[in-house]
């Protein structure tokens, strides 16, 4: 990834958002589609990197 891209998220539940910045902490995430889409609407794709923010792990 460019050193100075951004990753915009506005997924304020992940532990990862910064919810000031509507930005994600990570250097990288990986989007996964969901299975079996077909809708072409952009709720096929998946953030797999999110992490509820209550998670310990
Ligand atoms: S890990 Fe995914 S869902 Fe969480 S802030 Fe980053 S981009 Fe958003």
């Known amino acids: 990834m ?3 891209q951004k990753i915009g998220c506005t997924v304020t ?4 958002n910064d919810k000031p ?3 994600c902490q990570l250097e990288q995430i ?3 589609p969901i299975q079996g ?3 072409k609407q ?3 794709s998946m953030c797999s990197s999110y992490k509820h923010e209550n998670s310990k792990k």
Do not use: F, G, L
């Open 42 to 44: 952009p709720d096929e």
């Open 30 to 32: 990986i989007v996964t």
């Open 37 to 39: 889409c077909d809708t």
């Open 13 to 16: 539940s992940c532990k990862y």
């Open 21 to 23: 910045y509507q930005q």
């Open 2 to 4: 460019e050193k100075n």
